[in-house]
């Protein structure tokens, strides 16, 4: 089976993408590979952190990697937390302290449109390819349920009255801006380089 590296300390991360690819490409977490660094994500939009991360670990191993960077965009906020999702409250990549800081910004807002937005970069044989995938939804006014990670407590995605951390990962998957941009990475994989190894 084809491997590639996955370019994340997010286990979270690991285990979604693991579910879609299960079967169709090995997925090496940056553990397994050995690989003990924190990636910067200087850049700022999803794209240019994106290629960062893949970049970097593909400058390391010389292997076909990929990585993906999320944002949570809120229309009402001027799209922020965005590319600074996982900062939103603080350097220390606190979930609990963004989200209540996105709800206290919130407080007084009607318009609780909201997206999350996926880029995926692939590096394979060198060269560079992306994919997005997007999720549209509401903030709600207060955090719900206790499963997934980072803004899933507040989130509920078009389609459904659940937020993310109320469902199990397979309903999620149903919905999810990860989910979408890994179903267009797959369909890559699968018509344009089939035969590679690595
Ligand atoms: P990054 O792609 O690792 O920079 O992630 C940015 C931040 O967005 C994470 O720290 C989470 O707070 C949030 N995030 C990314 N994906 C999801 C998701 O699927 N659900 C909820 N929050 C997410």
Redesign the pocket.
């Known amino acids: 089976m084809q491997s590639l590296i996955f370019a994340?300390n997010?286990r979270n991360?690991v285990n979604?993408i693991r579910s879609v690819l299960n079967g169709l490409f090995e997925v090496i977490s940056l553990e397994e590979a050995g690989i003990d660094i924190d990636i910067p994500?200087p850049h700022d939009t999803l794209e240019a952190?994106a290629r960062e991360k893949s970049a970097t670990i593909h400058s390391i191993t010389g292997k076909n990697c990929f990585s993906?960077?999320?944002?949570?965009e809120v229309p009402a906020l001027n799209n922020e937390p965005g590319v600074k999702?996982?900062r939103y409250a603080g350097d220390g990549?606190d979930?609990k302290k963004?989200t209540e800081k996105l709800l206290a910004n919130m407080l007084l807002v009607t318009d609780r449109r909201a997206r999350?937005r996926?880029v995926i970069s692939l590096i394979l044989d060198g060269r560079e390819y992306q994919f997005e995938g997007i999720c549209n939804g509401i903030i709600t006014n207060e955090e719900k349920g206790d499963q997934?990670?980072?803004?899933?407590p507040v989130?509920i995605p078009e389609g459904s009255s659940k937020t993310?951390a109320e469902m199990e990962m397979a309903e999620k998957n149903l919905f999810?801006?990860?989910k979408k941009a890994t179903a267009k990475l797959i369909e890559f994989l699968k018509t344009h380089h089939g035969q590679d190894q690595n």
């Open positions: 994340t997010n991360k979604e994500e952190n993906e960077d999320t944002g949570l999702s996982a990549h979930f963004n999350f996926t997934g990670f980072g803004y899933d989130f993310f999810s801006h990860r």
